[in-house]
């Protein structure tokens, strides 16, 4: 009786244990496929983030330039407005 336990015990931990490690072969099979995938997903993502603080600063430099047109006219106006009076 304890001889058949025992026999079913490892049978038991064999069946388990080949199941490991099918479930690691597959794991590893499934990242070796979507680490390609993922790896170009982040390069489009971080080439996107780049992207879009290029603009930023354009969009900054713009604004500055654009700051800096109005406040000259501004100051022509008046300086044309006092020599006027």
């Known amino acids: 009786m304890i001889i058949a336990g025992i026999k079913l015990t490892f049978l038991g ?20 496929f979507l680490s390609a995938a993922n ?21 900054k430099s713009t604004d500055e330039v654009l700051v800096a047109v109005i406040s000259a006219a501004i100051a022509a106006h ?3 407005t006092l020599l006027v009076r």
């Open 78 to 80: 008046r300086a044309r």
């Open 13 to 32: 931990m064999t069946v388990v244990f080949l199941f490991l490690l099918l479930l690691v072969f597959c794991v590893n099979i499934s990242f070796r």
């Open 39 to 59: 790896a170009r997903e982040q390069a489009e993502m971080e080439a996107a983030t780049l992207l879009k603080r290029r603009r930023s600063l354009t969009t």
